[in-house]
């Protein structure tokens, strides 16, 4: 087995757009050595659809502080949505200014409007705003010369002393380790979707930091706070679960069993729907139900839901036709590593930002297209706390026992202590959504 030990000044690890947008607002003469475990690109944030939210103007400001609370269960750190809410304008113009193109009326931004929100405040690329988002920030990222960035890397530990975080271990694709030395070390490694068997995130994202935060007393806050949406495209095929937006419901279309009856009222809030899809689920014996929308207008679905027709047909269903097979999938993690405003954990040194990360935006429950606003605006207060505090002068290394990471399967360990860790928080919602 090889080992090899570095340093860099920042250590980001993920690079979805939490991450890339941290590394963007650090200063150039930080060295920053970025990492993820696929491919750069393979990141929930390239799949983010609807958009992302933001103040309209300032009228719009307690319309929105409070469709983001009523949302979140009145759970939300009103301090964390407050932030968020008065950056949104400035990272919008950011998101511009890296040629982001968001879609126009005219010479005004498209605002398009989603459910639980009671005005237009959305902007959006077509329906794949994640990709134009999150493609121009890598762009702008792989120009930078102080940043390195290396795909196929695991991280599978932290390094730290008497709470102080001093680096990571990470494993490559060959299954050699490394030891990367930081003064500062930001997780941006997303949600926890790849622990269920049904989620609409990539199969790899799997809640690591989580572990290794538990490992090391991090502080975690509402874990067990974990969004199911009711309808993903059911398939026996391995990989992430296709999702089918709300909005197939919202214009009407209807939930039938397997005898093809409709069971629920369909429009009923999230996690209703997804719960009365599991009874029926477990009624039929069958680990799916129909979604029919055969008697909807054909053109409206056409024009409205182009990219769902395609991927059905694409797995063999024609929807105009048939009722198609559904089944509810894990989709967002509201939960996380808590941190402060400036993204601080309880660890010195450690940050985490984005989805992995708990600001208590978004209480219980997110709010539809808060989350790339909320990834964006916290990964930028850490770059500059980081720049602020961090001190300029050599990363310092040390001799690693490397024998401790042999021969052990990190994905198995990590995703068993995770999963206790919901069950031992919330044993309704484990039973329900995660055996
Ligand atoms: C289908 C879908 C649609 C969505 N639609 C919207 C929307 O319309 N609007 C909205 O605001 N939000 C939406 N979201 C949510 C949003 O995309 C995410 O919450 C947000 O992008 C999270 O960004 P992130 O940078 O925190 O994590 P991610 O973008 O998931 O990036 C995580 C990164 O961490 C890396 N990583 C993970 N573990 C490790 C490890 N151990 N070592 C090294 N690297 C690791 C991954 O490889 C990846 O690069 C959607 C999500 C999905 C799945």
Known sequence: MSYSTTSADVIIVG?????????????????????????????????????????????????????????????NSRKAVDTMIRQSPVIIRELLDYHVNFDKKGDDLDLTKEGGHSASRILHHEDITGQEITSKLLQNVREKKNIDLHEHTTMVDLICEKNVCKGIITQDAEGAFHAVFGKAVVLATGGIGGLFKHSTA??????????????????????????????????????????????????????????????????????VVSAAIKKQMEIDGRGFVWLDVTH???????????????????????????????????HYFMGGIEVDLKGRTSMDNLYAIGETSCTGVHGKNRLGSNSL?????????SAQ???ETIPYEPTETEEVDFSQYEGRDFAKEYREIVLEEIKRRDKDFYEQWCT
């Open 15 to 75: 690079t979805g757009a939490a991450g890339l947008f941290c590394a963007l607002h650090l200063p150039e003469n930080l060295s920053i050595y970025m990492l993820t475990k696929d491919t750069l690109e393979n990141s929930a944030s390239y799949l983010a659809q609807g958009g992302i939210a933001a103040l309209k103007d300032s009228e719009d400001y307690e319309d929105y502080f409070e469709d983001t609370l009523r949302a979140g269960h009145y759970e």
């Open 296 to 330: 909807l207008d054909p053109e409206l679905i056409k024009s409205h839901f182009p990219n769902i027709l395609e991927h059905c047909k694409e797995e063999g269903y024609d929807i105009l036709k048939e009722p198609f097979p559904v089944t509810p999938a894990q």
């Open 385 to 387: 706390n980081i720049e």
């Open 202 to 271: 990539f199969r790899h994202i799997t809640g690591d930091s989580l572990a290794i935060a538990l490992k090391h007393n991090v502080l975690l806050k509402d874990i067990n706070y974990i969004q199911i949406h009711p309808t993903a495209l059911y398939s026996e095929k391995p990989g992430r679960s296709f999702l089918i937006s709300e909005a197939v419901r919202g214009e009407g279309g209807v939930l039938r069993n397997k005898n093809m009856e409709r069971f629920t009222d369909e429009l009923q809030p999230r996690d």
């Open 373 to 381: 606003l909320e990834s964006l605006v916290f990964a930028k207060r």
